[in-house]
């Protein structure tokens, strides 16, 4: 152990025994003078200070405003303490930032480096503010004391802005504490939009972004009579000094649009106060046509060699590092998506023009993993959904690996069950569960080895982090229910080849059929694959052990989502599902999945009758045991609709009354086996219950299964009427509808279907028996709910005029047209205010041109509409084969006689 090591167990523990004062010496006399530039030596002081402050409070009878000014001097004077020792004489601010732009080649050695000691000034004003904010409200809180922080913030930001490319995420959740201590009495007055202390550092912002254009090379050095070697120097000082300006200019752009989405944020509900904050911000932020220039501009930035001097095989090694300018991009994309994000008719187009801005950026910065995300974002978009295969392309190549797959899975995951590609979501969430499985076992070797070499602490954390994190992990959970769910829409085959355009290709995807490989749909080999279903569900890492899982297990569940990876995100921020909503649809796979398995292991033993008369059940026997089971679920199931579903409507996800009505139609036909196959239609507790009684006939049964039947066609029914006043009626909306109900439904009917024909009902006697006829009729309600899901599918977001026309060119170029033409006939006219409205249109229209006029962004366009154009057509043949196939088993129930 070295001494460093020693003396921050010796700090810890002297915090952990509430010694703060002597936990602060250790840290500041000894630990800090190793290592002025560690943070999380500074934190930890901050906080001894403030728990010796709380702890005073409780043991003695001090002024507690004395005690927060003593914590704000004491910090100050250490602060400053050593940044004159370390830094020299350059304590001024002022000083330091010209230091920094007069030094071509800074070394670890010189003041810039040493960031922890002034952010650290910030902190300290943070928690001074924070500690009245918590104990007094804002009644202390003057001006003057808010200032404190926004001038801490502008000073860090004045000098380390050219510095450093985190200087904005430094001062991010500053910027935030200085929101909540304004006073929030300035949005209910229209005079004042911006609090004062906002106000500053927005002024400070934009006067550092004017002062720091690094599209303007400085060329007064520039000779024409001087050498080669002298012109080579200066190319080289003047590229220094943009990417200096550069730095600021983006830091500059990042703090007014992170203060932008803090007044968004904290605008009172239902009120047009936003607009007003939009019209106040578009003047200290610069529209997104002049980043995109700058962002050309800086391409000569980069670090990387030319081409002309590198062999093929280098070319491949260099140029791994971002580009100096990509963060331009990334702000440019989320100003346009902000300002027109109230124009619904637009958003097609907007989204297109988005897409083809950060494709070609991709190309010049293809090592850059924030584009690639932003992108992804872009193309499979909830609200628009564009390309999900470019979006499955774009996550491939961000080589998400290892535990990354548990943690950054939800970025495409869900996407590619509601896009079509369920080859791809199954892949993906086998590659979840096999993450855990592996790590599960390595676990035991790392901790044999921890504990061999004495680290019991470290072994400790470990079996913590594996009990409590990765075996309850909320994505491990949703990877088990999308493998379930998408088993029976597995087929073989490479169909990352295949060629679309092909008649006989699509012609043979037609072949494929429902459940051909895994699943239960109503096939002989159902009561095989359920055995193995069952024997499967004792192993935790196997998609079947979702049976095992409980429903009532939400509180225990781990979100390891990690939502850093949208760092990038600042005025337009992705929402994350809510762990709660992923939750409930596992719990409705499994209990979707519980049925199918026991109903299968029910119809297997069921007894058909023998000359007429039915073969009655006997209490304790195994049809009797099997068909109790799967009435216990189905009341189970019916519980939690009931209970959970006025929950999952307030988190906002896609559970509207058509999911609940194709739910209960599904619990009647699963009802409808157990009263045929055993003549049981309630749970039976105890054995005096009379299960030979005399009425238990082939007819009695018949006429118990036909109000069920009713029930089941009148809930299908419903479901087909709610779902026509569906507004977001999109292909994505098929493809999750097809796994999460109809195939489970169609299976239900299908084993119901079997069952009638083994107990004299069968198709042909639908004029004859009633329970025949009625369920022809639920078969055909279902089959037009099926017919409107294929005619969906044909009705993309974009029509030609030609429905048969399968020229793929074709269709990408009247997308192209369309969304060209509708750029430049942009008018922004949802919002009053006019100034705000003909700002907007002309940032689009020139943008809009200026990719039109320019050829390589114009190929980006091309490019992005033969993208969508790909994704739809690769969506139809893989989810188009199912529905075909479930109406023509759907139509044998309704076939002449």
């Known amino acids: 152990m070295t001494d460093r090591q020693r003396l921050e167990q010796i700090a810890n523990l002297y915090i952990e025994t509430h010694y703060y004062e002597k936990a602060t010496d250790i840290l500041f006399n000894q630990l800090i003078q190793m290592a002025p530039n560690q943070w999380s030596y500074w934190i930890q002081m901050a906080n001894a200070d403030l728990r010796r402050i709380t702890n005073s409070q409780t043991n003695t009878l001090h002024d507690d405003t004395y005690n ?5 001097e004491d910090n100050l004077i250490r602060c400053n303490d050593i ?24 070394s670890p050695t010189q003041p810039q480096f040493l960031r922890a000691p002034f952010l650290f000034r910030v902190e300290i004003y943070a928690q001074y503010l924070k500690h009245y904010l918590n104990k007094q409200g804002t009644q202390l809180l003057n001006q003057s004391s808010i200032s404190l922080l926004s001038s801490s913030i502008i000073d860090f930001g004045q000098i380390f802005a050219p510095i450093t490319s985190c200087c904005f995420q430094d001062l991010r959740p500053y910027l935030t504490t200085l929101m909540e201590v304004c006073s929030r009495d300035s949005f209910d007055n229209d005079e004042q939009i911006i609090p004062k202390a906002m106000m500053d550092v927005l002024v400070w912002a934009k006067s550092l972004r004017e002062s720091n254009d690094p599209s303007i090379p400085n060329i007064n050095n520039d000779s024409p009579n001087s050498s080669d070697v002298h012109s080579h120097g200066v190319k080289d000082d003047n590229k220094k000094r943009r990417k200096l300006s550069l730095r600021c200019y983006i830091t500059s752009v990042k703090i007014c649009m992170q203060i932008w989405s803090l007044l968004i944020d904290n605008c009172p509900n239902n009120s047009n106060q936003h607009i007003h904050i939009d019209l106040a911000m578009m003047d200290f932020v610069p529209d997104f046509h002049e980043l995109v220039l700058l962002w050309e501009d800086t391409l000569s930035l980069a670090d990387s060699p030319s081409d002309e001097d590198l062999t093929e095989k280098d070319k491949n090694l260099t140029q791994k590092e971002f580009l100096p300018g990509d963060d331009l991009i990334l702000l440019a994309v989320q100003v346009i998506q902000h300002l027109t994000q109230h124009q619904n008719d637009m958003q097609p187009a907007i989204s297109i023009l988005t897409a083809a801005l950060l494709e070609y950026s991709i190309t010049k910065s293809p090592h850059n993993p924030y584009l690639k995300i932003c992108a992804l974002q872009t193309y499979s978009s909830s609200s628009h959904t564009l390309s999900i295969t470019r979006a499955w392309e774009m996550f491939e190549s961000l080589a998400i690996r290892h535990i990354q797959l548990d943690s950054c899975s939800y970025l495409i995951l869900n996407k590619l069950y509601k896009g079509g590609l369920y080859k791809e979501a199954i892949q993906h969430a086998g590659s979840i569960i096999s993450l855990h499985n592996s790590n599960a076992k390595d676990i035991g070797d790392y901790l044999a080895k921890s504990f061999e070499n004495g680290n019991i602490s470290k072994g400790h954390e470990m079996i913590e982090w594996e009990r409590n994190k990765m075996s309850r992990s909320i994505q491990l959970l949703e990877a088990k229910g999308i493998i379930m769910d998408l088993a029976t829409l597995l087929y073989p085959g490479d169909t990352k080849n295949m060629n679309l355009d092909s008649e006989t290709n699509s012609r043979n995807t037609m072949n494929y059929t429902l459940g051909l490989l895994h699943g239960i749909c109503g096939r002989e080999s159902d009561y095989e694959r359920t055995l193995k279903i069952v024997k499967d569900s004792n192993n935790n890492f196997s998609a079947p052990s979702l049976l095992k899982f409980s429903t009532k297990m939400l509180s225990t569940v781990s979100d390891n989502r990690d939502s850093s990876i949208n760092q990038f995100e600042i005025l337009c921020k992705t929402k994350l599902c809510d762990s709660s909503v992923i939750f409930f649809e596992s719990s409705m796979r499994k209990q979707f999945h519980d049925i199918l398995v026991r109903a299968t292991l029910l119809i297997q033993i069921a007894k058909p009758p023998k000359k007429g008369k039915v073969i009655c059940c006997r209490f304790g026997s195994m049809d009797f045991n099997r068909c109790q089971s799967l009435l216990r679920v189905i009341k189970s199931f019916t519980s939690f609709i009931d209970h959970h579903g006025y929950i999952h409507d307030l988190a906002s996800s896609t559970l509207h009354p058509y999911r609940i009505s194709l739910s209960k139609s599904t619990l009647d036909l699963a009802k409808t086996l157990c009263i045929t196959s055993t003549g049981i239609e309630n749970l039976l507790d105890k054995e ?9 006939t082939l007819a009695t049964r018949e006429s118990l299964c036909i109000p069920l039947l009713i029930s089941a066609s009148e809930h299908i029914l419903n479901a087909r009427n709610q779902l026509k006043i569906v507004s977001d009626r999109k292909t994505e909306f098929v493809c999750s509808l097809l796994a999460d109900h109809i195939v489970p439904l169609f299976s239900i009917l299908e084993m119901v279907g079997n069952l009638f024909s083994s107990f004299g009902w069968g198709k042909r006697k639908k004029l004859t028996k009633a329970s025949a006829g009625n369920l022809a009729v639920v078969a055909k309600h279902l089959h037009d709910l099926v017919t409107d899901m294929e005619n969906v599918l044909h009705i993309q977001n974009y029509t030609s005029s030609d429905m048969e026309n399968n020229d793929k060119s074709v269709f990408a170029k009247q997308i192209l047209e369309k969304t060209i033409s509708e750029l430049e006939s942009f008018s922004y006219s949802t919002q009053p205010n006019s100034i705000y409205g003909d700002k907007v249109t002309y940032a689009t229209r020139t943008m809009s041109t200026y990719f039109i006029k320019n050829e390589n962004w114009r190929k980006m366009l091309e490019f992005v509409t ?32």
């Open 866 to 897: 033969d993208q969508i154009v790909l994704s739809q057509q690769c969506t139809r043949e893989r989810v188009l084969p199912f529905l075909v196939q479930i109406k023509s088993k759907l139509m044998e129930y309704n076939a002449n006689t």
């Open 688 to 696: 005096g219950d009379n299960l030979t009684k005399s009425n238990d």
């Open 68 to 72: 927060i000014d003593s914590f704000l």
């Open 83 to 106: 940044i004159s020792r370390f830094c020299g004489d350059l304590t001024n601010h002022q000083d330091l930032s010209n230091h920094s732009r007069e030094s071509s080649s800074p």
